[in-house]
């Protein structure tokens, strides 16, 4: 074979596996949304407590948090497994179909600590230094591209997060926005406020 001809060949093979992998990959989203799914559901709002709702967020903290599990700054032994196994090209299209998913509310359970749990949530508390949440994640709950959204989240999920924060097993918070934020809620507080949340 000559030159020339290997040229082509190889010319041709690149070609292939580009086309290839495109049409492989575009497959794949599909299928990787049902492995997704299997924990966080179809639409997007996890029934299980511990396990979040993804439907609503926005997708530019859907992928920050997979690139953070991905790379071992945000610790889970359940997410690192799974993201592991999936291609980060998909990680935009998996953020913008869970992200555009309607989110749903839970129902209160404890009206009067979803009442206290309005307060913090809405002015913080002077006396520990601890801001308004609502200042970053929206007065309604709804949050942003920078602070994630807590409208409607699991009380269990919720609470459990507040603790990561605190206790610094979660580190990937910018600024430690949330480590120091969490640092001066008391346990009724994280309780009271995951409480309010959960029925946003
Ligand atoms: C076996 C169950 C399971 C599977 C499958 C799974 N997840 Fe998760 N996911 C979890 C759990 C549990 C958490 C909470 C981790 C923690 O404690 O920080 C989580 C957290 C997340 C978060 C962070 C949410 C937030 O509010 O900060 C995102 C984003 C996410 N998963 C996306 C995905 C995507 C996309 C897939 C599919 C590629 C997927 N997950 C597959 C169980 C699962
Ligand atoms: C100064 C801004 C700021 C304030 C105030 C703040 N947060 Fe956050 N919060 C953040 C940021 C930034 C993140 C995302 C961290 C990351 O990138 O994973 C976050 C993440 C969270 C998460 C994790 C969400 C998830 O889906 O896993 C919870 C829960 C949370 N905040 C609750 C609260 C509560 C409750 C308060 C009030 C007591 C509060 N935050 C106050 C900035 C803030």
Redesign the pocket.
Known sequence: MNFCCRLLMVQSMVLWTLLYSGIVGAQNVDA??K??????GDDGN?QAP?????AG?DPN??VR??KD?SAGK???D??AP??AG?DPN??KD??VY?GKQVPSSDKITDPKAAANGKKVYLDGDEEKGLPACAGCHEPSGAGNSRF?RLAG?HKE?LV??LN?FKSDF?TNDSARLMRETTKRMSDAQINDVSEYLSGL
């Open positions: 990787t949304i492995i997704c799914a299997a924990c966080h996890s511990g396990i979040p709702k993804l967020r903290y859907i948090e997979l599990f945000r610790k889970s359940i997410m799974v993201i999936v998909q990680f998996l953020a869970f994630p989240q999920y459990s997060q990561k979660h």
